[in-house]
């Protein structure tokens, strides 16, 4: 059962652009939501997250927003960079406890 | 500060033979989760373990069963693999087991099932 819904599948940005990754959850249990950044042979590593008692929440040049109402949430990153390059996780949790995943967005930067 | 430690980081196997796979936490982290990520899908809860003890089990069958030792390390075995069992396995540690503590992940172990 996908619970938690992630587009675009993959994304090319132009070096200082904007990157837009979108989710969308179900489980009106969820109450914890990390972006998740994974290089090539690595695992993935924690961006950002947000709870949903604040409708945004911004770390450098990553933000997040929220909507809940909409059951919601995106991953904005400014400035984007080719370094940035690499596939992006959205997930959901109730608690924090066992994370859902998105399917998960290849974004390439171009120089 | 060490990290999350996966042994081995490759295997292949025959279907329907037995596998264990183990995991370091990052010191002082006594939560540890499994999470299963096939190629190009994201990754999927099997189940997580908090001081020795079970702590939630996602959609996944009894062969795949797991440890937890009193240093917080981990075994993930799984029994009668099959090729759909082909992924890479991920260990995630934290300090405890809710939404206070984020996720530290190890590199995985790559499992090809032939």
């Known amino acids: 059962q996908q619970q938690v819904k992630q587009s675009p599948q993959s994304l090319i940005v132009q070096k200082g652009g904007i990157s837009i990754i979108n989710c969308a959850y179900e489980n009106t249990a969820f109450d914890y939501f990390p972006w998740y950044q994974q290089f090539p042979g690595k695992g993935p590593a924690l961006l950002i997250a947000?709870?949903?008692?604040?409708s945004e929440k911004k770390e450098g040049r990553f933000t997040i927003s929220f909507n809940k109402s909409a059951k919601q949430f995106s991953l904005h990153i400014m400035d984007s960079q080719p370094g940035d390059s690499a596939t992006y996780f959205c997930a959901a949790s109730p608690r924090g406890s066992r994370l859902t995943f998105g399917e998960g967005t290849q974004l390439t930067v171009n120089p | 500060e060490t990290g999350v430690t996966q042994s081995p980081t490759h295997l292949i196997k025959t279907r329907g033979q037995q596998v264990t796979l183990r995991c370091s936490s990052q010191?002082?982290?006594?939560?540890v989760s499994w999470y299963q990520q096939a190629l190009g899908q994201g990754p999927q809860f099997i189940f997580q373990y908090y001081r020795e003890e079970e702590n939630g089990r996602g959609n996944f069958p009894p062969r795949f069963s797991g440890l937890q030792f009193p240093n917080y390390s981990s075994e993930l075995n799984v029994n009668a693999l099959e090729l759909d069992d082909s992924a890479l396995y991920l260990c995630?540690?934290?300090?405890?087991?809710?939404?206070?503590?984020?996720?530290?992940f190890g590199s995985g172990t790559r499992l090809t099932v032939v």
């Open positions: 947000i709870r949903p008692d604040v």
């Open positions: 010191s002082g982290h006594n939560t």
């Open positions: 995630a540690s934290s300090l405890g087991a809710g939404f206070s503590y984020g996720y530290t």
